[in-house]
């Protein structure tokens, strides 16, 4: 018996193996493709508010000035004042959380420093994220900090002094158990 496939048997096919080409790679999906071990290990960070999982390496703040006029400026400004339309301001605001005018930055908001560098490392620079050597984000890092006047511009960054540092608004988060929250489903009106 010979196999005839029609018209009619090839659109089934087609149905039923849409586009074959696309395979386990992008899971079937027609966009993305898949990372490859170095393009993850670039990125393959992952450090805890408490110092957990930071790299070894370190840097300074005259080496951290030079990259991010380098690599940062453009688009946070030259005094790390902002740009509007590009990037945000990184220092300053430091007790204006609470006035008419609240300022977030990493000076003035965030309470530890060890998100710094888990934020430097996979999302900085905005248009090449993960570039970034351990070494370069302990330096932008304590460039940053030192411009904020959090660290002394002598002090080298690493794992530990990194974890050390007290930040300005360390005491401005607490956990909040939303109270109420869990009856919520059965208080929406149907
Ligand atoms: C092409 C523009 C651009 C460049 C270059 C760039 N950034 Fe950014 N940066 C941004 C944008 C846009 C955001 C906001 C991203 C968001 O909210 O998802 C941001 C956010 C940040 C934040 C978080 C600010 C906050 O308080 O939420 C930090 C810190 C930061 N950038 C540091 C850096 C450093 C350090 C470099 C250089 C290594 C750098 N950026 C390079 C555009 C840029």
Not at 35 to 59: C, H, W
Not at 135 to 158: C, F, H, M, P, R
Request: proline share 6%; charged share 20%; net charge positive.
């Amino acid at each position: 018996m010979t196999t005839k496939i029609n018209a009619h048997g090839v659109l089934l096919m087609l149905m039923f193996f849409p586009l074959s080409g696309l395979s386990a790679d992008n899971n079937g999906y027609n966009f993305g493709k898949k990372l490859s071990e170095p393009d993850i290990r670039k990125i393959d960070t992952t450090v805890m508010s408490n110092g957990q999982g930071l790299p070894a390496g370190s840097g300074s703040y005259i080496v951290g000035k030079e990259l991010y006029l380098k690599k940062c400026a453009a688009c946070h400004g030259v005094k790390l004042e902002g740009v509007a339309g590009a990037g945000n301001a990184l220092i300053g605001g430091r007790n204006s959380l609470s006035s008419n005018k609240p300022k977030k930055t990493v000076e003035s908001y965030w309470p530890k420093a060890p998100i710094l560098f888990d934020y430097l490392k996979r999302a900085m620079p905005f248009d090449a994220p993960g570039s970034l050597t351990n070494s370069e984000v302990y330096a932008i890092s304590a460039y940053i900090l030192g411009e904020s006047n959090v660290i002394d511009a002598k002090t080298v960054l690493d794992a530990k002094s990194l974890t050390d540092i007290n930040m300005p608004n360390k005491d401005g988060f607490f956990v909040w158990p939303r109270p109420g929250a869990e009856k919520q489903e059965n208080t929406v009106k149907k």
